[in-house]
């Protein structure tokens, strides 16, 4: 499953405040972290915080919060915000009305009703734990084996 750009920032900076720091990011910080642009960013923090996931703060020093629950919000909760996974293969497939066309079309169908379940399985909680488990690996090699899926 190939995930829109809005999806990814969403992810990458909601990573960024849910990790159990009671601090405030700026979006400039969250762009040169992960090269991304400022300004496609703020569209996606605007997002986020109509849904509640996060908190600006105005002024000099100012930038977001996180104020959603980590251990509740699922990578298809933040996905759901940004774009419709399961709207199906909308591609041009004069071969899809034969009966390998539909037998192809049935098992791409489960393996995205696959990935939509494995996707609202994981909570930010649980990808902030991976995400340090590979932090804590990389100067350890043993560790770095371990982190490989």
Known sequence: MKLQVSSRLAI????????????????TEIGEKYDISAHHL??????????????????VGGGYVFCGNARRTTLLDVILLFENPSAGHEDI??????????????????????????????TLSTLQK????????????????????
Not at 14 to 23: F, N, P, Q, S, Y
Not at 42 to 59: D, E, F, N, P, Q
Not at 97 to 116: H, M, N, R, S, Y
């Open 93 to 122: 497939d004069t071969a899809k009305e034969t009966p390998a066309g539909v037998a192809l079309e049935k098992v791409l169908t489960e393996i995205d009703e696959i990935a939509l379940a494995t996707l609202g399985a994981i």
């Open 42 to 59: 703020a569209k996606v923090m605007h997002t986020l915080g109509r849904a509640g996931l996060v908190r600006s703060i105005r002024g």
């Open 12 to 27: 990458y900076a909601l990573m960024e405040l849910a990790d159990g720091r009671d601090r405030q990011v700026s979006v």
């Open 130 to 149: 991976h995400k340090k488990r590979l932090e804590r690996a990389v100067g350890d090699p043993v560790l770095s084996l371990l982190a490989e899926p």
